[in-house]
């Protein structure tokens, strides 16, 4: 790639996400591709040991269940850091998985607590959590609170994917690299993709010509930043 186009770093996670994102990589350009819409569902009937977060997004919702009177357990299995961070911040004793789906099924099954658990999840959600645990006989029920709502990308946003310089695209689900897909197909995008995904599974789903690809060496915001550090260097170097 040469030097004098220089890249852009587009962020398409919803806006907290991305701002925070954006402020440890040095600034970017920020379009989100999906916006939550807050669902008020009945809690299930009966106890819980613990609660189940694989987002941010399902731990704020928790937090309005809590504020609109719903009564939670305190244990939260949590999907990454992040995640535990914000559930520790409404007053959860929460556990990281550090990793994805995969991980935090590991995590619970190793220690399965004595009682059901309640995954808070989006209408969306990959990895069959609930159902992965429940055919390892522990004993999970879902409730979906949240749904994310797709959004077009913004002017800014399109003028960067129409012009030359490279634009470096940071994609975290399946489900975003398909929106993505669809948004640069709609802007008539011509600008050299350079994408960071989060997994082989998500790379797999960006169904689009990238001019370089890289896999983030786990499924975490850390190695995500060093991923977007890697493909800037290989693009100024």
């Known amino acids: 790639m040469a030097r004098q186009s220089q890249p852009t770093i587009l962020l398409t996670r919803p806006l907290a996400q991305s701002q925070r994102f954006a402020d440890q990589v040095g600034g970017a350009v920020i379009s989100p591709l ?34 609109a009177g719903g009564v939670l357990p305190t244990r939260a299995f949590c999907v990454g850091n992040r995640t535990a961070e914000a559930a520790r911040a409404l007053g959860f004793v929460a556990q990281s998985a550090m990793g994805a789906a995969d991980d935090l099924l590991a995590q619970i099954s190793a220690e399965p607590p004595l009682g059901r658990l309640l995954h808070l999840r989006g209408q969306d959600s990959a990895g069959d959590l609930e159902k992965r645990l429940n055919i390892a006989g522990i004993d999970t029920v879902a409730l979906i609170v ?38 640069l197909r709609r802007v008539a995008a011509i600008a ?22 890289e896999i983030a060496a786990r499924p975490d915001s850390a190695a995500m930043i060093q991923g977007v550090a890697v493909m800037r260097a290989s693009l100024t170097s």
């Open 192 to 213: 050299p993709i350079c994408l960071v995904a989060l997994s082989a599974a998500v790379a797999e789903a960006f169904d689009f010509p990238a001019t370089l690809v």
């Open 34 to 67: 999906m916006a939550p819409e807050f669902l008020s569902p009945s809690l299930p009937s009966g106890a819980f040991a613990a609660v189940i977060f694989t987002s941010e997004t399902g731990v704020e919702a928790a937090g309005r269940i809590s504020a």
């Open 146 to 183: 949240y749904r994310q709502i797709a959004q077009n990308l913004t002017m800014e946003a399109a003028d960067l994917l129409q012009g030359s310089a490279p634009v470096i695209l940071p994609i975290f689900s399946p489900r975003s690299a398909r929106l993505m897909v669809g948004e």
